[in-house]
């Protein structure tokens, strides 16, 4: 039986589909994403459609968690472009609400996670991860999945949905999903439109810096020195600007207190190109 998607803009209508998908026991699963969508959304729409019967997907540009001097406005959107490709990847239900719709006043109600928002992109970006975790919360009020599918790409984000999750008792299973890479490293991106050929080529130096630091870990080489070599190495290229380069535990995202093997780590890299700012890291472990 060939299924056709249907889009869907309100939260009533939403709620009408999901009424009936319960009523027939559907799993549902949900795929939170901005749009543009590229093979990393692509992706959790697969792993989604590996264990749900209905996949949700949303598009929706989350005014909330954009600071007053970030990409909200200039945010790439293609919304004709990302229905066909959420048609033939396989999603059931796509969600584009306006903002209106997800916020017809201003909203005084504001999900909030502690610690783990605390360090790499919670400390550039004050407030990013409530406007995540109410947005999150609000899509999942609405959808009532059973599964929610998140890239590691932003692993934060999975670190604050699965604190939230367990902390508010949701019965949602967080589903992290492996980054998806263009064929040269870079990591997938909505936000790689914006690069210049130049900043592009250059770019290349936070997947680079990545695979060498676990070389590095192979070799032994001290979380300390390998912080230090990354760093030098984002530095030789003349348009990369660190926002930062960390070494935490993971998932804790707690500051390592004494080196040990087999302790699980993160290596996490924000940098700007120009005006364009970009994420990469490796979850590993010490050897
Ligand atoms: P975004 O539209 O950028 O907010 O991303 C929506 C979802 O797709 C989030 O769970 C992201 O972590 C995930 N995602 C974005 N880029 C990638 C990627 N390169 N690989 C895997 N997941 C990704």
Sequence with gaps: MIKTMEQITTIAEMRIHIKEAKRQGQRIGIVPTMGFLHEGHISLVKAAREICDLVVMSIFVNPLQFGPNEDFERYPRNIER???????????????????????????????????TAPLCGASRPGHF?????????????????????????????????QMVADLSMPIQIVPCPIIREADGLAMSSRNVYLSPEERQQALVLSASLRQANEWLDEGITLGEIKERVVQKINEMPLAKIDYVEVLGFPDLEPIEKEAAGQGIIIALAVYFGKTRLIDNLITQIR
Aim: hydrophobic residues 45%; negative net charge; glycine residues 4%.
């Design 130 to 162: 409530d406007g995540v975790a109410t947005v999150v919360t609000k899509l999942f009020q609405i959808v009532q999945p059973d599964y929610a599918f998140f890239g590691q790409k932003d692993a934060q984000q999975v670190a604050v949905i699965t």
């Design 82 to 116: 990302d229905t066909e490709l959420a048609s033939e990847a396989g999603v059931d239900l796509l969600f584009t609400p306006d903002v209106s719709e997800m916020y017809p006043r201003p909203i005084l109600t504001t999900v909030s996670v502690a610690n783990v």
